[in-house]
Nanobody, 124 residues
Framework: VQLVESGGGLVQPGGSLRLSCVAS????????MHWVRQAPGKGLEWVST???????NVADSVKGRFTISRDNTKNMLYLQMDSLKSEDTARYYC???????????????????WGQGTQVTVSS
C-alpha cells in the first residue's frame, strides 16, 4: 500500500496550491478519503472528506477556500487550496479512514493508510 503526496511548497498569503496524492496497493475507488494536516507542535487536524462517490465535506476553517476531488480512474486524490493563509501552514497528508467518516477525526488511530505528507508553508 502506498499513498504519495505532492504539490506542496512555499506560497505567499492569498496564493494557491494544488496538492495531489496517488494511491496504490488497495482499492482506491471503493473507499472514502481524507486530507488531514499537522502543524508543528499541534495535533492532527481533519481538513476534508470525499466519499467513494464524490460527495464532499470540508472543515469550517477552510470552507470556501479548499476543494477536495478525486479521479478514481487514475487513483488520484486532489486538494485545491486557494486564498491561503499563514494558519494553513502545515504538513498535509492524504489518508484512508478505517471507517467511513464524514467529519472530523480524532487522530492517526482513525486511519488505516496515509502517506509521507507534503509541506505547505504560507509566508510572505
Amino acid at each position: 500500500v502506498q499513498l504519495v503526496e505532492s504539490g506542496g511548497g512555499l506560497v505567499q498569503p492569498g496564493g494557491s496550491l494544488r496538492l495531489s496524492c496517488v494511491a496504490s496497493g488497495f482499492t482506491f475507488s471503493a473507499g472514502w478519503m481524507h486530507w488531514v494536516r499537522q502543524a508543528p507542535g499541534k495535533g492532527l487536524e481533519w481538513v476534508s472528506t470525499t466519499t467513494n462517490l464524490g460527495r464532499i465535506n470540508v472543515a469550517d476553517s477552510v470552507k470556501g477556500r479548499f476543494t477536495i476531488s478525486r479521479d478514481n480512474t487514475k487513483n488520484m486524490l486532489y486538494l485545491q487550496m486557494d486564498s491561503l493563509k499563514s494558519e494553513d501552514t502545515a504538513r498535509y497528508y492524504c489518508a484512508r479512514p478505517k471507517k467511513a467518516t464524514w467529519g472530523p477525526t480524532s487522530g492517526w488511530d482513525d486511519y488505516i493508510y496515509w502517506g509521507q505528507g507534503t509541506q505547505v508553508t504560507v509566508s510572505s
